[in-house]
């Protein structure tokens, strides 16, 4: 495991096959991480298609890098971002065959202990150019993970005064400073303290062991300025807070999902204080417990379950939703349909794919909520928009007929996350056949009869809609499309523009435009999108449209 305080698995990012050699060696040694590699280029975890926009995105959001390229290359396409003060991951660039590490930003967040790890892999010494590091082997201003630096400008300080001749000396457990190459001294007025108190007013070095754990037992009013308070009666400081524990029974209080994002700490959930109460301290309301040193928070009750309804798109990485990207890196149990699943991925070693049959629809529901009732982060996949033909009805059914009899459920955060339908996507492709009133249909009769399918294309023909057929044919359905055909042709000239996406984003993509006229069964499968224009449907060279205005 990385030993360092990143808090995000490491990107490693590749531009071409000969560095992947070199990519899969540093990936071996940090579990969690993908390689990232120009789509079409190289086979990597995950496709990119615009290199410096891919960066750029993976740094704004913290990630830290690992680029297998110049340095030139990494600065040149991170210039722009390096204003923004809000992030700045660990930025290395490593020489495609392992001959060279450049550790380029995120001194405070460890860069230069990646950079060590990273080139004892290759047998090499690093490139380190920070002062403080070279001459101390070790950057002060870097610790490990379950503690956190005060403040980073007294860290400076203490630093040049140390370059400056100062000795010192480390009050307080500090494992990690034993390999340091100090200047010590017993009688040295620069201190390393290692305490989970507030310090103020000397030239010491505040360092706080995340080792406070505050129990909120009432959290119907706002627990954000009662932690504060209560901290601050102790004179704690609040970086020093590990994890906020509170009852069960207020699993679903906004005031502590608050106050746990204000402190950037978890949140778990026991039957009862999970310290002895005798020694805790008290204010505010609250019960704080100071451990001897950094506490695990994953060891303390549980947290909420989630359970998140995502929609990939049609298929390309980029039309995924960010939010959904998002849900997919946080999940724990990752739920759908076997080949959705597999879209989803690749995943890490904790990660659990629950591949079902696609039939399955309300039973995978119901383990979804199972195992977010545990306290387990849970996504549950589908393809396109979730809430289209797909497994966010299927969740709120399971729920709603559930949670009489599972009233745990009803403490799991539900969050359904949109995506792109494959409706939109093939429109797309093909201009803006959508682009004036339609409607979405799905041919599928397992779940209606088809008799209800007939009433509503002749309705939606007849209203003049443009159409979108999902689920068109199957082997079970032969001659149900040509039937559906058939009723629009009645209400619509043969001449009218169809669409015929096919694997729209995924390899194979095939996109035509037919006339109502030439549209058969024969065109189309499971893997088809049917956009059926209306009749002010226009085609010119390779698009279609749907005009905004309507006579
Ligand atoms: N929730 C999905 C739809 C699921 S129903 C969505 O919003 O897109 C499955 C049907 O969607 C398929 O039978 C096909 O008609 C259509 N479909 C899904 N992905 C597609 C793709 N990549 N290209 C073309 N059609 C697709």
Not at 140 to 155: F, Q
Request: proline share 6%; charged share 20%; with cysteine.
């Amino acid at each position: 495991m990385a030993s360092v305080n990143t808090a995000k698995p490491l990107a490693i990012v590749v531009l071409g096959g000969t560095a992947l050699d070199t990519a899969r060696r540093i990936q071996a040694r940090y579990p969690d991480t993908r390689v990232h590699g120009l789509a079409n280029r190289v086979a990597a975890d995950i496709a990119y298609e615009d290199f410096g926009a891919h960066l750029r995105e993976l740094y704004r959001a913290n990630v830290p890098l690992v680029v297998l390229c110049s340095a030139g290359i990494v600065i040149r396409a991170l210039a722009a971002c390096l204003d923004d003060k809000c992030a700045e991951p660990p930025v290395l660039a490593v020489a495609q065959d392992g001959s060279a590490v450049v550790p380029l930003l995120g001194g405070m967040r460890g860069v230069n202990v990646l950079a060590r790890e990273i080139a004892a892999l290759f047998d090499i010494a690093p490139a380190i150019t920070t002062s403080g590091e070279l001459r101390f082997s070790q950057c002060l201003l870097a610790p490990p993970e379950g503690y956190v630096l005060a403040d980073i400008e007294r860290g400076k300080r203490f630093v040049s005064n140390l370059l400056a001749g100062e000795t010192t000396r480390v009050e307080g457990h500090a494992p990690w400073l034993d390999r340091a190459d100090l200047p010590r001294a017993v009688d040295a007025t620069c201190v390393v303290r290692i305490t989970p108190h507030v310090v103020d007013g000397d030239d010491s070095l505040p360092i706080h062991p995340r080792c406070v754990t505050a129990w909120i037992e009432d959290a119907s009013n706002d627990c954000i300025e009662r932690l504060r308070a209560g901290l601050r009666v102790h004179d704690l400081a609040p970086p020093a807070l590990a994890a906020i524990a509170a009852p069960s029974s207020a699993m679903t209080s906004e005031w502590l999902a608050q106050a746990a994002e204000a402190f950037g700490v978890p949140l778990r959930f026991c039957e009862r204080t999970p310290f002895d109460p005798a020694h805790a301290l008290n204010g505010e309301g609250i019960a704080f417990d100071v451990a001897p040193g950094p506490v695990d928070a994953t060891a303390i009750g549980h947290a909420r379950g989630t359970l998140t309804v995502i929609g990939l798109g049609p298929g390309r990485a980029d039309w995924m939703t960010p939010a959904a990207k998002h849900a997919l890196a946080q999940a724990q149990d990752i739920l759908g349909y076997e080949t959705y699943v597999r879209m989803a991925g690749p995943f890490h070693a904790d990660q659990h794919a629950h591949l079902t049959d696609n039939r399955e629809e309300l039973q995978r529901a119901r383990h979804a909520f199972e195992l977010a009732s545990e306290g387990r982060r849970v996504v549950v996949v589908s393809s396109g928009d979730p809430g289209v033909f797909a497994m966010a009805a299927a969740v709120l059914e399971a729920l709603d007929t559930g949670r009489v009899a599972h009233p745990e459920w009803d403490a799991v955060k539900l969050v359904v996350e949109p995506g792109v339908s494959a409706s939109l996507g093939t429109a797309a492709c093909a201009g803006a056949p959508l682009g004036h009133d339609f409607c979405v249909l799905s041919l599928s009769d397992n779940l209606k009869p088809w008799a209800t399918i007939e009433t509503r294309i002749a309705h939606a023909a007849q209203a003049d809609l443009a159409m979108a057929f999902y689920n068109p044919l199957s082997k079970a359905r032969p001659w149900q499309f040509d039937r559906a055909v058939e009723i629009v042709r009645q209400y619509r000239d043969a001449a009218t523009p169809v669409v015929l996406g096919r694997n729209i984003g995924r390899p194979g993509e095939r996109l035509r435009t037919v006339t109502l006229g030439e549209l058969n069964g024969t065109l189309v499968d499971m893997r088809t999108m049917i956009i059926v224009g209306s009749s002010t449907t226009k085609v010119f060279s390779d698009w279609v449209y749907t005009p905004r205005w309507y006579a």
